[in-house]
């Protein structure tokens, strides 16, 4: 996809830099994980959703083998991930203690390999993580608050004017994936100085943005489907919905012709 932040000039000159963005042109591991990730939440959907032994067991290796590999290629999107679906279960399957032990059968190659990473990374590197409430992100935007709103505006007022769509697993579980990766990269900085201004732990924020603009837009193609069934009313909120999707596709536009024109990705 061609989307950005929603670019506003006099408030953030650099599109991508103090906002982020779903998609990533500079960054090789993001670009790799990203498919990954996607390949790996749709499994998970599917696995959730089937209550057949033999398909549960199908989808549950396919989102395995994608975790894993998401993970060894960048661990951002398993750290944001699996806390979702931590939380998603506790919401949608109260003290289903069965399914519990089962997802985490799936999951459990993911934090073995996780575990490797923490040990190589933060003990044989001496790497820290500290709290630091917008530190990195109040270093690059003026207001992160602004910054988050034109980051995500159309998934957001889809889901403010249709409240229904988050009833849908999909939709509810990449909501509660951002919010994790919107907690993290707002409260979690590495105290390495070397690292701090990377903003490494926003990445998991980077690669889920394009799972959750894909899954929003398709969760409003599902409404207009449906749309004999609103409100006349309804038809003013789709269009809408439609024109912040243009302002995102026009500033990704500008964001691809500015990186290709060699003029840098911030």
Not at 136 to 144: A, E, H, I, L, R
Not at 158 to 184: G, H, P, R
């Amino acid at each position: 996809m061609l989307i950005s932040a929603i670019f506003i000039p006099f408030f953030n000159e650099n599109i991508y830099l103090g906002q982020n963005s779903p998609n990533i042109w500079h960054n090789p591991t993001t670009i790799f994980t990203i498919p990954l990730a996607f390949l790996a939440f749709s499994n998970f959907i599917k696995l959730i959703g089937t209550n057949e032994k033999d398909l549960f067991i199908k989808f549950g290796i396919r989102t395995s083998i994608f975790l894993v590999l998401s993970t060894l290629a960048k661990p951002n999107f398993s750290l944001v991930f699996i806390p979702g679906v931590v939380i998603f279960l506790l919401i949608k399957y109260q003290l289903n203690w069965k399914l519990y032990l089962k997802i985490l059968i799936v999951f459990l190659p993911t934090l073995i390999v996780f575990l490797i990473q923490i040990l190589i990374i933060f003990r044989l590197e001496g790497g820290v993580i500290n709290l630091d409430f917008l530190g990195v992100w109040s270093s690059n935007s003026p207001n992160p608050l602004i910054s988050l709103l034109i980051l995500i505006a159309f998934p957001l007022f889809v889901i403010i004017f249709f409240k229904n769509s988050i009833k849908d697993n999909s939709t509810l579980l990449i909501w509660i994936t951002l919010i994790v990766a919107l907690v993290q990269s707002a409260f979690l900085a590495a105290e390495s100085e070397e690292w701090f201004d990377d903003g490494n732990l926003s990445w998991g924020l980077a690669i889920v943005l394009p799972l959750f603009f894909t899954y929003s837009l398709v969760n409003l193609l599902r409404i207009i489907k449906d749309l004999h069934n609103y409100k006349t009313s309804d038809y003013y909120l789709v269009g809408i919905c439609f024109i912040l999707f243009t302002l995102h596709l026009a500033s990704g536009i500008i964001y691809f012709i500015q990186i290709f024109t060699g003029n840098g990705f911030y």
